[in-house]
C-alpha cells in the first residue's frame, strides 16, 4: 500500500458448506466455512486461514417474516478495513462476532414496514497498538410503500453505537433517508436513496449520506455494481 513497496502473489480456495432444514413456517440454516490464501511474500502478506460460521432461522406468516442470525468470521484486518472504512491497517487477523434479528410484516396490501437489531464484537490479533477492539450496537426502521408492482418509495432511518473496549471515546451515529426501488425485469432491478447523517462524539460530524445499487440475477450468473457515501466504524485509532 505505499509508492515502491514489495509485491506479493495470492492463491486462494474458500470451501463453504451451507445445511438448511425447513420445517412448515421455519427454516434453519447452518454455515461452515474457510478462506484458505497463500502468499509468495508474507512479508508483504502473510498465509491465512480465516474460519466462518454462521447458524440463521427465519419464521413466516402469512404477512410477516422474522430473521434471526449469528456469526463468526476471522478475516485479513487490511483488507476488511479499507473495504468498510476506507482506511489502510496492518496485515494481521480480524475477529467478528455477531446477532442480528429482523422484522419485517405488512400494515396493508401497499405498504409495509421493516425492524432490524444488531450487535457486533470486534477484535484485533497481535495486540496491535494502532487497532483497538470495539463493540457496535444499532438498529433500523424502514417504511415502504409499493407504488405498482414493480415499484416502491421507502424511508429509512437507522442508528447505532461505537464502543472501544479499552481506550478511545464512544460515538453514536445517526442518519435517515429516501429511496425508491424498480425492478426493471425478472433480472434486473436498482435502488437508489440519499439523506442525512449526524455523528456524535469524537470530531462531531453531520453531512449527506447515499447508495447507489445495480442487480443483475441470471439463470448462471449474478452481477451486482455498488456505489454510495455512508458512515462505517473502523478500529484504528
Request: proline share 3%.
Amino acid at each position: 500500500m505505499v509508492s515502491g513497496g514489495a509485491s506479493a502473489y495470492r492463491a486462494r480456495v474458500a470451501p463453504q458448506y451451507t445445511l438448511t432444514n425447513v420445517s412448515g413456517a421455519n427454516e434453519v440454516a447452518l454455515s461452515l466455512g474457510a478462506v484458505i490464501e497463500r502468499s509468495s511474500n508474507e512479508a508483504v502478506s502473510q498465509d491465512r486461514n480465516d474460519p466462518n460460521a454462521s447458524l440463521g432461522w427465519k419464521h413466516l406468516t402469512p404477512t410477516s417474516e422474522f430473521n434471526l442470525n449469528a456469526r463468526y468470521l476471522d478475516e485479513s484486518a487490511r483488507a476488511a478495513e479499507l473495504r468498510q472504512a476506507g482506511v489502510v491497517v496492518s496485515d494481521t487477523t480480524r475477529t467478528t462476532k455477531g446477532v442480528a434479528a429482523r422484522w419485517t410484516s405488512l400494515l396493508t396490501e401497499r405498504l409495509n414496514y421493516t425492524l432490524g437489531a444488531f450487535y457486533s464484537a470486534i477484535t484485533y490479533a497481535d495486540n496491535d497498538p494502532v487497532l483497538i477492539d470495539y463493540n457496535t450496537y444499532g438498529g433500523r426502521f424502514t417504511l415502504g410503500y409499493q407504488i405498482s408492482p414493480r415499484d416502491e418509495v421507502y424511508w429509512l432511518t437507522e442508528g447505532s453505537l461505537y464502543e472501544p473496549t479499552e481506550t478511545g471515546s464512544d460515538s453514536t451515529y445517526y442518519g435517515s433517508m429516501i429511496g425508491f426501488k424498480r425492478t426493471i425485469s425478472d433480472a434486473i432491478d436498482w435502488d437508489v436513496r440519499g439523506g442525512w447523517l449526524t455523528i456524535d462524539g469524537q470530531g462531531d460530524e453531520s453531512t449527506w449520506q447515499g447508495n447507489l445499487q445495480l442487480n443483475y440475477t441470471g439463470e448462471q450468473s449474478r452481477f451486482a455494481v455498488n456505489v454510495g457515501r455512508i458512515a462505517n466504524p473502523t478500529g484504528r485509532q
